[in-house]
């Protein structure tokens, strides 16, 4: 038997204590965070084990549902699960997902003082052939949930208190920002909780990856096609850069995170606001970005400035490591001048 009690390991670090050690900075909290928290995470764990049967369970393929885009069975499942974990945990009040087309605006009596905004299922792309896949959430806190309104949460992406994403891969991890640092921890299937293995994560200052869809490449605008021409084909005598792109953000975004360089979806003749949402994708990635010494531009200002009208609204993206990000801002300020 005392063999056993050895494995316990009394500094786990588990994505609970850490919230917790987090909290007990602040005296005056009464621990709404670390709650509301609990819920993502458990959402997560939930999210988790269905896309690990997604084959076995018959979750893959279409829901026959649509939100202007054709909802997948996991799109749908992970929108119902984050729905109940989020309302249930009775700290939210507005709720935006990007599988409902309304902000879901919570009942006073199960009120709380912050709004989420979240993909539950990113990457749907890569549901049916099993590539990584995520969700990715951001979280802002209002002074008044009583008089909740839409306008609380169409708020710049610098006034988040948190973000997050949880990649559903080869492992489970999930990484977070509190707005001190940015900490990844990974699923540990046997204990079923979430242990700390990626501390205080800082992006290279420069990277040796490019991650973009190339297919859209006759649709760029003038700088966009010089920055990937200098990945190929760099003039300064540095070695080319890799092209890496999986295609579901979060993976991409993981990816650029730990090894830097830069993912980028630009706005093109044919989405001249790009593709990717800035409440539920653009914020909490930039936010993220920026907590680990990186940096996230739209094409004409920091990603986390913008303020956005409608809660399904678009952006171009450029996020990743801060001197090949300032590469891009130098190519899009040079065209401005022209
Ligand atoms: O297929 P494309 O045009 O390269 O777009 C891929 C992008 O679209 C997305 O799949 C959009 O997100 P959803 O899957 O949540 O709709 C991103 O994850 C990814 O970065
Ligand atoms: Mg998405
Ligand atoms: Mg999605």
């Known amino acids: 038997m005392d063999h056993e009690a050895d494995a316990f390991r009394t500094d786990l670090m588990t994505i609970t204590r850490f919230v917790l050690n987090e909290q007990s900075k602040y005296p005056e909290s009464r621990g709404d965070f670390s709650i509301l928290l609990s819920h993502i995470v458990l959402g997560c764990k939930f999210v988790c084990a269905a896309v690990n049967k997604a084959g076995l369970a018959k979750l893959i393929g279409l829901a026959g549902e649509t939100n202007g885009e054709e909802q997948?069975?996991?799109?749908?499942?992970?929108?119902?699960?984050?729905?109940?974990?989020?309302?249930?945990?009775?700290?939210?009040?507005?709720?935006?997902s990007e599988e409902d087309e309304e902000a879901i605006i919570v009942e006073p009596s199960k009120r709380g003082k912050y709004c989420v905004v979240f993909d539950p299922l990113d990457g749907s792309s890569n549901i049916?052939?099993?590539?990584?896949?995520?969700?990715?959430?951001?979280?802002y806190m209002i002074k008044d949930s009583g008089a909740a309104r839409l306008e609380d949460v169409l708020q710049p992406g610098k006034n988040m208190v948190a973000a997050g994403y949880c990649m559903y891969g080869s492992s489970c991890t999930l990484v977070l920002?509190?707005?001190?640092?940015?900490?990844?921890?990974?699923?540990?299937?046997?204990?079923g909780e979430f242990i700390l293995t990626h501390p205080d994560i800082k992006i290279p200052k420069?990277?040796?990856?490019?991650?973009?869809?190339?297919?859209?490449a006759k649709?760029?605008?003038?700088?966009?096609?010089?920055f990937v021409e200098k990945c190929k084909f760099p003039k300064d005598g540095s070695p080319a850069k890799s092209l890496r792109y999986i295609g579901s953000m979060v993976a991409?975004?993981?990816?650029?995170?730990?090894?830097g360089g830069v993912f980028l979806y630009p706005a093109d003749k044919k989405s001249p606001n790009g593709k990717l949402r800035v409440l539920y994708?653009?914020?909490?990635?930039?936010?993220?970005?920026?907590?680990?010494?990186?940096q996230s531009f739209t094409g004409k200002e920091r990603a986390l400035d913008l303020v956005p009208k409608k809660i399904h609204e678009r952006s171009p993206i450029f996020l990743g490591s801060y001197d090949d990000v300032e590469e891009i801002k130098a190519l899009y300020a040079a065209e401005e001048k022209a």
Request: charge should be negative.
């Open 281 to 294: 994708e653009v914020f909490p990635m930039s936010f993220l970005m920026e907590q680990a010494g990186g």
């Open 177 to 191: 920002s509190t707005g001190s640092g940015v900490n990844g921890f990974t699923l540990d299937p046997s204990l």
């Open 206 to 216: 420069k990277g040796k990856i490019y991650s973009v869809n190339e297919g859209n």
């Open 72 to 96: 997948k069975k996991l799109d749908v499942l992970s929108n119902e699960v984050f729905v109940k974990a989020l309302v249930s945990s009775g700290r939210t009040c507005i709720l935006v």
């Open 128 to 139: 049916d052939c099993g590539v990584s896949i995520g969700t990715i959430f951001g979280i």
């Open 219 to 226: 649709n760029w605008d003038g700088p966009t096609a010089q």
């Open 252 to 259: 991409d975004v993981h990816r650029t995170l730990l090894y």
